[in-house]
Nanobody, 125 residues
Framework: QVQLVESGGGLVQAGGSLRLSCAAS????????IGWLRQAPGKEREFVAA????????TFADFVKGRFTISRDNAKNTAFLQMNSLKPEDTAVYYC??????????????????WGQGTQVTVSS
């Protein structure tokens, strides 16, 4: 089991950047794939990005490709989401989540077993 805590959200102007962090507790962090997902008001939760547990393979939603990067530091039990060129439509609560496997289903919301509490990101125009 792993517990996840996100931080780094806030208010930023369009075109700006934020770096989200996901701190994990438990000795098995490195065995999980880590994903970032988001939920805007009135919308369903959606996949943003994921990184595998082994080789650091990454997957991104089309709407963040070229703007967001995902990384992890297993020695520090932490994952990151670097968000650049932010747009107002990126406004949402961002969640860090852990999945037992990194496969073809990694972009599915129901693939994730553990979730953080979320951090609010607001992008003003």
């Amino acid at each position: 089991q792993v517990q996840l805590v996100e931080s780094g959200g806030g208010l930023v102007q369009a075109g700006g950047s934020l770096r989200l962090s996901c701190a994990a507790s438990g000795r098995t962090f490195s065995s999980y794939a880590i994903g970032w997902l988001r939920q805007a008001p009135g919308k369903e939760r959606e996949f943003v990005a994921a990184i595998s547990n082994g080789l650091g393979r990454t997957t991104f939603a089309d709407f963040v490709k070229g703007r967001f990067t995902i990384s992890r530091d297993n020695a520090k039990n932490t994952a990151f989401l670097q968000m650049n060129s932010l747009k107002p439509e990126d406004t949402a609560v961002y969640y860090c989540a852990a999945a037992r496997a990194y496969g073809s289903r990694i972009s599915r919301v129901d693939e994730y077993d553990y979730w953080g509490q979320g951090t609010q990101v607001t992008v003003s125009s």
